[in-house]
């Protein structure tokens, strides 16, 4: 069951990476409702570094994030396929998904908006459970 449980929640991660990413480069979703601040960030750069602007950094933010639930699920859903036993007897590898997903949680909840926060929270449950039957169960 914690199996299942794992991969359901990665796979949240991965599918709300993917779209977040498809949306990033071949949507206009993360474009201003006001076309006037949409150009003001493709025209100012940050005070870090005028070596981009604030849109290109705003992209590429994006983008990074995407990758972030697309990687750990790329990277746990085989570990969980064929070599679970590695997740079962590592409190590390059993435990890093739930923290991941926690920290995107708090981001979704203060930051962004409902959709991710409901997505992020059912997979934190998912983890939370799996490293519960990890634990106590098994």
Known sequence: MAEILMILGVSILGILGSVHLIFTFFSRNFEARDPALTEAMKQGAPVISDETTVWKAWIGFNASHSLG?????????????????????????????LAASLVYVFLAKKYWFNVPFYGISLASLCFAAALFLNIFIF
């Open 69 to 97: 639930g697309i990687f750990l699920a790329a990277l746990y859903i085989p570990l969980i396929l064929f070599h679970f036993e590695i997740i079962e007897n590592s409190l590390w590898f059993s435990s890093v998904p």
